[in-house]
């Protein structure tokens, strides 16, 4: 089983660590020289703000609604994404970081664990050492742990940040709900391909016939769909 931890708007909640401030109110963070919005707290994108949004478009929506702005500050970023990669590292003995504010965590050999609670254990211990919440994926492979991780974030009232796809039923739900262009490892110029030959859902895509797609996407896009069928390679 493979998991994925995902920081929940990253850049924003570490602002939010040193500056309690800006609990509860609308915040976006800016890129380098202040170009455009690369994090925005779950308030800002209620308001509809985009991400990569550029900020000379969205400055005086932003005055008008409220929306607090903070310039980028990597350097905390870093320190930030450091302490929660340390202390996952506790819970699982393969980490693979995947970016700044990402996971892969290797549960092999955890199969009589409860990986909820052992989820819920993680989440707990990060939000009270360092301040970031975030939520976890469960699945069969690195893209239905994915796709399970965009469950957890989207309903986190029903999910408390935690998601597991452990049955065919739940898999093959999750697939129908995930749109393609959402499908972690889909570009924009293959979302574009599939949908030209109607094929709207990750579900759709993982039971396209595997001559298709590695013609149409090579094995790179044919490895993909085995992860979505849930037989990683």
Same mark, same amino acid.
Request: proline share 4%; with cysteine.
């Given at each position: 089983?493979?998991?994925?931890?995902?920081?929940?708007?990253?850049?924003?909640?570490?602002?939010?660590?040193?500056?309690?401030?800006?609990?509860?109110?609308?915040?976006?963070?800016?890129?380098?020289?202040?170009?455009?919005? *690369? #994090?925005?707290?779950?308030?800002?994108?209620?308001? &509809? =703000?985009?991400?990569?949004?550029?900020?000379? %478009?969205? @400055? !005086?929506?932003?005055?008008?609604?409220?929306?607090?702005?903070?310039?980028?500050?990597?350097?905390?970023?870093?320190?930030?994404?450091?302490?929660?990669?340390?202390?996952?590292?506790?819970?699982?003995?393969?980490?693979?970081?995947?970016?700044?504010?990402?996971?892969?965590?290797?549960?092999?050999?955890?199969?009589?664990?409860?990986?909820?609670?052992?989820?819920?254990?993680?989440?707990?211990?990060?939000?009270?050492?360092?301040?970031?919440?975030?939520?976890?994926?469960?699945?069969?492979?690195?893209?239905?742990?994915?796709?399970?991780?965009? *469950? #957890?974030?989207?309903?986190?009232?029903?999910?408390? &940040? =935690?998601?597991?796809?452990?049955?065919?039923? %739940?898999? @093959? !739900?999750?697939?129908?709900?995930?749109?393609?262009?959402?499908?972690?490892?889909?570009?924009?110029?293959?979302?574009?391909?599939?949908?030209?030959?109607?094929?709207?859902?990750?579900?759709?895509?993982?039971?396209?016939?595997?001559?298709?797609?590695?013609?149409?996407?090579?094995?790179?896009?044919?490895?993909?769909?085995?992860?979505?069928?849930?037989?990683?390679?």
């Amino acid at each position: 089983m493979y998991g994925i931890l995902d920081c929940n708007n990253f850049y924003a909640s570490c602002e939010r660590v040193f500056n309690p401030a800006l609990n509860n109110t609308p915040l976006i963070v800016l890129s380098n020289n202040d170009g455009c919005a *690369v #994090a925005r707290s779950n308030e800002a994108k209620a308001l &509809g =703000i985009k991400m990569g949004e550029p900020y000379f %478009k969205i @400055k !005086k929506f932003c005055e008008d609604n409220g929306v607090k702005v903070m310039s980028s500050n990597y350097a905390l970023y870093g320190d930030m994404s450091s302490r929660v990669m340390n202390i996952v590292s506790r819970y699982c003995d393969s980490v693979e970081i995947y970016s700044i504010d990402e996971a892969f965590l290797h549960f092999r050999g955890y199969e009589y664990y409860d990986l909820e609670k052992h989820a819920k254990k993680i989440m707990d211990y990060v939000l009270r050492a360092t301040g970031i919440p975030v939520s976890i994926g469960f699945g069969p492979s690195k893209a239905l742990a994915k796709a399970a991780n965009r *469950v #957890a974030k989207k309903f986190p009232e029903r999910t408390k &940040g =935690i998601y597991i796809i452990d049955t065919e039923e %739940k898999r @093959k !739900k999750v697939l129908k709900w995930i749109k393609v262009p959402d499908v972690w490892g889909i570009g924009s110029r293959y979302a574009a391909m599939l949908e030209r030959h109607s094929v709207r859902t990750a579900f759709e895509f993982a039971n396209l016939p595997d001559d298709f797609v590695r013609d149409k996407m090579t094995v790179v896009g044919l490895r993909l769909k085995h992860d979505l069928m849930g037989k990683p390679s």
